[in-house]
Nanobody
Framework: QVQLVESGGGLVQAGGSLRLSCAAS????????MGWFRQAPGKEREFVAAINWSGRSTYYADSVKGRFIISRDTAKNTVYLQMNSLKPEDTAVYYC?????????????????WGQGTQVTVSS
């Protein structure tokens, strides 16, 4: 039984930065990948970034490449999403998720455990 809790969301102006955190608890060990997704009102949940257990492999959606950085602290069971140069179109609820397997996936169906989400709002 794994539990994920996101934090760090808030309201920022365009061009600003924000760092999201995802704390995992309830597991003794796991080599599964983790990812970040986001969902805006009226839109499908979309992939943002993913990272494998060691942190050596990272993947990003084209829309955030060069602006966002995903990282993890395995000892703390925590995954981070550093968001820079934020744009109004980045506004969404951001979710962290645990992948079903070790290789990072880019689809919602690749993940089986989700956090409650944290709101990120970027004003122009």
């Amino acid at each position: 039984q794994v539990q994920l809790v996101e934090s760090g969301g808030g309201l920022v102006q365009a061009g600003g930065s924000l760092r999201l955190s995802c704390a995992a608890s309830g597991r003794t060990s796991s080599a599964n990948a983790m990812g970040w997704f986001r969902q805006a009102p009226g839109k499908e949940r979309e992939f943002v970034a993913a990272i494998n257990w060691s942190g050596r492999s990272t993947y990003y959606a084209d829309s955030v490449k060069g602006r966002f950085i995903i990282s993890r602290d395995t000892a703390k069971n925590t995954v981070y999403l550093q968001m820079n140069s934020l744009k109004p179109e980045d506004t969404a609820v951001y979710y962290c998720a645990l992948d079903k397997f070790a290789v990072p996936g880019t689809q919602v169906g690749d993940y089986d455990t989700w956090g409650q989400g944290t709101q990120v709002t970027v004003s122009s």
